[in-house]
């Protein structure tokens, strides 16, 4: 069956997935493989931009491939490499920096969220970050890139990047991406407050062990208006009843919701009923995620078959835009 045209995206390795990396992306990264021709990219040389050290980088590289793969992406099937396997998008964000603007690059919020959290570091990188990750979507002529509502900002300017060049060189070699809207679900971290992230350590890796899962979700933050087990409890305001609704049968959920507006149940039994099921839902995904570990040649071989295919492509994309602006053959 032919698929309904090709899909990009990317991030930067980060090692060991979390719950908001999985809900958040990757359960997504899977299910688009039944339509479209999906190319999935660990971003490298983005990381470059903010890291301090380049020391667990490769190791990360390796620990997010396996969550990858351990979760569903088929490799037969998608293309899955590491960004610097593919040199010819250092060329195209070269190319494409030459009909971009500054001006365009220092206005973007995210660039001045950067700069202000490393304003020790405003380095050339950060700044050309957005074209570094049109280069990545166009090389490989990926016509939609699925991205939540907040970052639509970038594929904007993305294609307003092509347009440009198409424009500068009278071509059209290069294909405008459309977004592909996806609900990206906000995952709170174990602090009930803010969006779950590893820098602020209130992750659940899903790569963890099942005593280690159970131990981050007791120490989960519940509804704050409950104090005592005898107070009720607010369920839409309780962060291990998000997950419930994730990860347990619409039955649970239902009589969790009821228990916990009557008292009915504690935290303490609501979060071991979360636990059981979260290490339920991933065992699957750990047992075929150490398999893959006894063997790190085998999940390196992927991702260099996976460069080989995208250099491939890469290449004719270039040939094209080499043309189009003339340069010497
Ligand atoms: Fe949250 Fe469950 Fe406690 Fe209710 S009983 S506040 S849903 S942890």
């Not at 493989?33 to 050290?53: F, G, N, P, R, W």
């Not at 820098?199 to 131990?215: C, F, G, K, M, V």
């Not at 009589?255 to 839902?281: P, Q, S, T, Y």
Request: proline share 6%; with cysteine.
């Amino acid at each position: 069956m032919s698929k309904k045209g090709r899909v990009f995206s990317g991030a930067r390795p980060t090692g060991r997935q979390h719950l908001g990396n999985y809900l958040g992306a990757m359960q997504n990264y899977v299910a688009l493989q039944q339509d479209y021709d999906c190319i999935y990219c660990i971003v490298d040389l983005h990381a470059l931009t903010t890291l301090e050290t380049t020391q667990e980088l490769t190791q990360n590289t390796y620990e997010m491939a396996l969550d990858w793969l351990a979760v569903g992406i088929r490799p037969e099937e998608s293309i899955m490499f590491v960004q610097s396997h593919v040199p010819q998008v250092t060329e195209l964000h070269t190319i494409l920096s030459m009909v971009t603007p500054l001006g365009k690059l220092t206005d973007l919020p995210t660039f001045k969220e950067k700069a202000r959290q490393q304003p020790q570091n405003i380095n050339y990188g950060l700044v050309g970050y957005p074209v570094l990750m049109t280069a990545d979507i166009v090389l490989y002529k990926a016509g939609l890139v699925p991205v939540g509502v907040d970052q639509a900002p970038h594929l904007e300017f993305a294609r307003e990047v092509v347009r440009s060049f198409n424009y500068r060189y009278q071509t059209n070699v290069l294909i405008e991406p459309a977004m592909k809207a996806t609900e990206v679900p906000k995952v709170i971290g174990i602090d009930g407050v803010n969006k779950m992230s590893k820098s602020l350590d209130n992750h659940i890796e899903l790569a963890s062990t099942p005593e280690e899962t159970r131990q981050r979700v007791m120490m989960m933050v519940t509804d704050p208006q409950r104090q005592r087990r005898s107070d009720p409890g607010r369920p839409e305001v309780c962060n291990v009843f998000s997950l419930h609704k994730v990860f347990s049968s619409p039955e649970e959920v239902a009589e969790i919701d009821r228990d916990c507006r009557n008292a009915g149940i504690g935290c303490v039994d609501c979060k071991k009923k979360l636990a059981a099921n979260l290490n339920a839902h991933l065992e699957p995904f750990r047992t075929k995620r150490s398999a893959l570990n006894e063997n790190p040649d085998a999940v390196w071989d992927i991702l260099h078959e996976g460069a080989r295919r995208a250099r491939t492509i890469a290449e004719e994309t270039m040939v094209e835009v080499r043309a189009a602006i003339g340069l010497p053959k």
